[in-house]
């Protein structure tokens, strides 16, 4: 948002040091402003594997110690080091195998967090399910003393799945934990919605100190603390399996990606110190009501900002971070970046300034990505499942190799789109395939000059023969006719053959 202010002369004098200390000084949010004039879709996300020998790792981060170094849990109860310069260390820093229930493809060692005072105190905080049964575990561990201190747990015993696992010290300096709805499908014990429970929550709780008979504290001002009958360490409800979320080092808001039940992978974007929202599992899926869902009359949803169907590949989506660092600052400062288990998709969202969100695929992850991680400084790493990797991640500006122009006539409850594709690449396309989403209140009727399919929101519209090829700087058009029931916005976004296009008017 851009302000315009007006100063008196002897005011501007008065602060004028203090803005040219600023101007000379970049900070954050300034990146992010210069970041937001490169389009996303001109924007490319490369990995490269700096570490191999990792057995099913589950999450990465880095101690503010000066040390340089990166902790990357592993699924069976080790936390091994990573250091630039020496590699992956043989040995672990901590092995909890004997307390850890790694049965089952989601059970484990599943997060961890470091709280500011690490470098002194040498506490780390682990999520985990914990043997004999898969209860999800909070513990501090003391690596001075090489103790395991079990802080606050949940039953956990009935599904191996869904179990979150996500740690993380917030801006506030309270500790953050997801857990997931119990497993199985559909949210068997309707756990989303209840609030005497702590499956499918993110918890909030104070863990610098204890009030007896709990080994940690309750913030006074967390939603639930005089509600009664529910858990008052809850902070979000109406989760689904928050695999992973993360805080805006920059502006403290909170960012959650949900793992859907088949229909939708969902993204939500919360304003700093928003707790007690109802994110709507398993009310709804994504933006859509969720058959046979738990609904209660009047209750209040907050949407996500972002969904997309497995149709396109995914099967769970990977919540990541909003990119603060300094190498590639000028291309995604601001922006928040995400992926998929198993489609590999590297997503990028970025505020527009207008209550929207700018959204674009820009490249591809090594296979079966599990965790998003920053270093001190933010640059970003990311581990694999298997083969077990670690590896650094990269931007880079590359424009766009095709431009999609969008037309949009609509009327009462109909709606037609033309789209004219150009070729922006020096080399010829020969066969097209072009994927973009749709909003869920249109259903396409009829096309023209394409062969258009639609798979719940996920078109995929390909060459009609006659234009199957597309010379340089040359377009075609194609278009279809579409019902809708009150939304009539234009695709957002456009793949052509595996690439994101720059979207036009």
């Known amino acids: 948002m851009r302000l315009r202010l007006t100063f008196v002369l002897s005011t501007l004098l008065a602060v004028l040091p203090a803005l040219l200390l600023t101007a000379l000084t970049p900070s954050p949010a300034a990146a992010a402003e210069d970041a937001s004039s490169v389009p996303l879709p001109s924007i490319s996300a490369t990995t490269t594997q700096v570490a191999s020998g990792l057995r099913r790792p589950t999450a990465v981060v880095a101690p503010d110690d000066g040390t340089d170094r990166l902790f990357i849990t592993e699924k069976r109860g080790t936390v091994r080091v990573y250091h630039p310069d020496t590699g992956l260390a043989s040995a672990p820093l ?19 967090a470091l709280p500011a005072d690490f470098a002194d105190s040498q506490d780390l905080y682990l999520a985990y399910t914990a043997l004999p049964d898969g209860a999800v575990t909070l513990a501090r561990y003391r690596l001075d003393e090489s103790r395991l201190e079990p802080l606050l747990s949940q039953e956990h015993a009935e599904y191996s799945n869904h179990n979150g696992g996500q740690l993380a010290f917030g801006p506030d300096g309270n500790l953050y934990w997801s857990i997931g709805d119990g497993g199985g499908s559909g949210d068997p014990f309707k756990s989303g919605q209840r609030l005497d429970t702590l499956l499918g929550k993110i918890m909030r709780i104070d863990v610098s100190r204890a009030c007896a008979p709990l080994a940690y504290c309750v913030p006074a001002d967390n939603p639930f603390v005089d509600t009664p009958g529910a858990r008052a360490e809850i902070w979000l409800y109406g989760l689904r399996n928050p695999w992973r979320f993360s805080f805006d080092a920059a502006d403290g808001s909170m960012w959650i990606g949900d793992v859907g039940q088949g229909h939708w992978e969902e993204i939500n974007h919360l304003a700093p110190g928003r707790g007690g929202l109802n994110l709507g599992w398993s009310c709804y899926e994504g933006l859509e009501k969720f058959t046979g869902g738990d609904c209660a009359p009047g209750e209040t949803y907050t949407e996500p900002v972002f969904t997309y169907s497995p149709y396109t590949g995914g099967c769970s989506v990977i919540g990541g971070h909003v990119y ?3 190498e590639h600052a000028d291309l995604v400062g601001g922006t928040y970046i995400a992926t998929d288990y198993c489609s590999s998709t590297v997503w990028a969202l970025r505020p527009d300034g207008r209550g929207g969100y700018e959204q674009a695929e820009i490249g591809r992850t090594p296979t079966q990505v599990t965790s998003v991680g920053t270093t001190v400084d933010g640059e970003f790493y990311m581990v694999n499942d298997l083969p077990g990797g670690l590896h650094k991640v990269s931007f880079a500006r590359e424009e766009p190799t095709c431009r999609v122009d969008r037309t949009v006539t609509a009327w009462g409850t109909g ?4 789209l004219t594709v150009t070729n922006t690449g020096d080399a010829p396309v020969n066969g097209w395939t072009l994927e973009f989403p749709l909003t869920l209140d249109q259903t396409v009727v009829s096309d023209w000059n394409t062969d258009l399919i639609q798979l719940s929101n996920v078109i995929r519209a390909s060459d009609a023969t006659h234009n199957a090829t597309i010379a340089p700087g040359a377009s075609i058009t194609l278009g279809y006719l579409a019902e809708h029931t009150g939304g009539t916005t234009a695709p957002p976004r456009f793949v052509l053959n595996g690439d994101a296009c720059a979207v036009g008017r």
């Open 94 to 112: 901590l092995d909890i195998t004997p307390a850890v229930d790694e049965s089952g493809n989601e059970r484990g060692l599943l997060g961890i």
């Open 324 to 326: 603060r660092g300094r």
């Open 415 to 418: 709606m037609t789109v033309d």
